[in-house]
Nanobody, 124 residues
Framework: QLQLVESGGGLVQPGGSLRLSCAAS????????IAWFRQAPGKEREGVSC????????NYPDSVKGRFTISRDNAKNTVSLQMGSLKPEDTAVYYC?????????????????WGQGTQVTVSS
């Protein structure tokens, strides 16, 4: 059974950093595009990064570009999201999702496999 498990969330002060991890079990990530999404209370889920199955392509929305970096280690079957210069508006539950496709996407509807999420809170 395909399963994704996120970890690494927590409470961090504004300007701080966190590294989220997404571990896959029941399948190998090699041929899956992986994306990170976040959902703040009362807001829609939004994609904050995507990495192609090869790891050669990644994209980000302007809101996190230059602050977040997605990476993957297919040998360890994990994908990470390094988040820096965190702001209070980055507070949300962060989810990773997998898509069996060559192409990156940050659209919720394009992903069928999701983790349970990890809470990130940016506050002083």
């Amino acid at each position: 059974q395909l399963q994704l498990v996120e970890s690494g969330g927590g409470l961090v002060q504004p300007g701080g950093s966190l590294r989220l991890s997404c571990a896959a079990s029941g399948f190998t990530l090699d041929y899956y595009t992986i994306a990170w999404f976040r959902q703040a209370p009362g807001k829609e889920r939004e994609g904050v990064s995507c990495i192609s199955y090869s790891g050669n392509s990644a994209n980000y929305p302007d809101s996190v570009k230059g602050r977040f970096t997605i990476s993957r280690d297919n040998a360890k079957n994990t994908v990470s999201l390094q988040m820096g210069s965190l702001k209070p508006e980055d507070t949300a539950v962060y989810y990773c999702a997998a898509r069996s496709s060559y192409y990156c996407s940050r659209k919720v509807a394009d992903f069928g496999s999701w983790g349970q999420g990890t809470q990130v809170t940016v506050s002083s």
